[in-house]
């Protein structure tokens, strides 16, 4: 049996035509294949791998961290030196409300814990999503992500969620005093990479503020460093009071992270004690490789390069086929005129080696996020690749 045909046996399957790519190693910004062949990753494992594959600094901090312990003890019972570590060098980033961690293991549990976080602090239960959000699989995440498509097949979903749309003013009166929290990408990344709008996200902060509304940003997609700024919301100045992490955080190890004031997080202390309680959040392995991981964003001048990627990007992708690029620093889309082009486009760079993808609610955009730690010619030679993929098969 080939290793593509037992991959499909045992490994539950979610889509009906993976990749199948059969990796040896990852190294930088380049992915190889036991067969030999070498790909650009300029999706990063979908936004995680920021610092490229395996970064030499978070490589040491893990070997550094598997000899001193692993898993001791569930969360929030002993002090962990990486957890500690980390914890501090990334409050110290961001704006004073936002002055204590949560760790968790994913995306979808960030959610998880700042809705139920929200909830809690608030006494109560309503919630406003967004039309073409993503925030996760499990049953909180998906009953804010605002595509029916995927939340049909497992209702009932928690009730009294509201979805407004994205970017407009209308119905912004539903944030009101009955609101637990809204909770919003500050750049939607399945929906299509979509920046959202200062004065629509001033607006959003006013109502939260006058109702008392928490206001939730999901940045587990635009997080650390990817859009040229730490974080996505410093474009905007308009902090959130909940702030969700993942994907980029910990150099390509698993972890997550809410993030709130010390205040907020008061309400999972009580009635009952221990009501929000994890087993692996904040491993100390994966601590110690998001310390290394943070550490070297800041220090390197890797932002800088996330706007220099975008305007590469922006200024080389165009003409025919091609309707707009959009997003921030180097999380990008390439909106194709069709899906047809779209596909045929991924595939071939894919035979040439650039390895792009889809987002996950539109089938003409191509997701556009490498390492930022690709160099001018890697980026470039990437783009030749892309643009004349684009020009072979527009109206072929
Ligand atoms: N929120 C956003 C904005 C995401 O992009 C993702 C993952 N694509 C998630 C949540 C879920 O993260 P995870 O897959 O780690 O659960």
Redesign the pocket.
Known sequence: MSNLDRFKNTIAQTSDTPVGLEIDYAEGVYIFTVNGEKYVDFISG??VSSLGHRHPKVIQAIQEQLNKHLHVMVYGEFIQKPQLEFAELLIAQLPENLNQVYFVN??????EGALKLAKKATGRTKLIGFKN??????HG?LSVTGREMYRDPYLPLLPGVYFLEFNSFEQLDLINEETAAVIL?PI???GGIIPSESEWLAEIRTRCDETGALLIY?????GFGRTGKLFAFEHYHIAPDIL?V??AMAGGMPM?AFISSKKIFEAFMYNPPLNHVTTFGGHPVSCAAALANLKELLSGNYLANASFIEEEVKEFLTGPGITEVRGKGAMLGLQLENRELTQKVVEDCFEQGVLLGWT?HSNTLIRLAPPLIIEKKQLTDALHIIKESIQKHYGA
């Open positions: 979908i936004a994913s995306g979808t549990e960030a959610n959000s993503y925030h996760g699989d499990t995440s990408e939607q990344g399945e999901d940045e587990i997609q635009s969700c993942a994907k997550g996950l």
